[in-house]
């Protein structure tokens, strides 16, 4: 599995943020009121961050033989997934509550703090989560075997295939 890299969460913040400008720009279109957040979203956000961190960290004990446990490779790789989606939400919610906060900042009436703390409590926690999926990321990673570099017991080399 491949870490995740500043490409695909920036996409996923602009593919947010845009999504987040349009959505407020057709409300307002249809003259309907804007989007604001529910205060439970930040909230969730800093849970599931907080969840993700504290699922990896027994893998990184288990992986640096801190605690007398194995690693079970399919627990670290669930768990580093579940970390690399965390990421990739909290990088579109990032983008989201931006885009939201774009939109509010580029009325011509000044919008009330009621209004954007909301918003920007979900870019902030969103950003959180962001931070503690690449770190319960990185607390997944597991050491290679030395076996993982010479397959087969004579250490001959692989033939190629293709």
Do not use: Y
């Given at each position: 599995?491949?870490?995740?890299?500043?490409?695909?969460?920036?996409?996923?913040a602009v593919l947010?943020?845009?999504f987040g400008f349009v959505l407020d720009?057709?409300?307002?279109?249809?003259?309907r009121p804007t989007f604001t957040?529910?205060?439970?979203?930040?909230?969730?956000?800093v849970l599931l961050g907080a969840i993700v961190v504290v699922l990896a960290?027994?893998?990184?004990?288990?992986?640096?033989?801190?605690?007398?446990?194995?690693?079970?490779?399919?627990?670290?790789?669930?768990?580093?997934m579940l970390a690399k989606a965390s990421s990739l939400v909290g990088a579109a919610g990032t983008g989201f509550g931006v885009g939201l906060l774009l939109f509010v900042l580029t009325r011509p009436t000044t919008p009330s703090l009621g209004s954007m703390g909301p918003i920007i409590a979900t870019a902030v926690c969103a950003?959180?989560?962001?931070?503690?999926?690449?770190?319960?990321?990185?607390?997944?990673?597991?050491?290679?075997d030395d076996d993982d570099e010479h397959p087969g017991?004579?250490?001959a080399r692989p033939e190629s295939f293709g």
């Open positions: 599995m491949k870490r995740t890299g500043a490409g695909i969460l920036t996409v996923a947010g943020g845009a720009r057709g409300l307002e279109a249809m003259g957040p529910a205060l439970s979203l930040p909230t969730l956000f960290v027994p893998v990184f004990r288990a992986s640096r033989g801190r605690s007398g446990q194995r690693v079970d490779p399919f627990r670290a790789l669930r768990i580093a950003a959180v989560l962001v931070v503690a999926g690449l770190v319960a990321e990185h607390l997944c990673t597991i050491r290679k017991a004579s250490g």
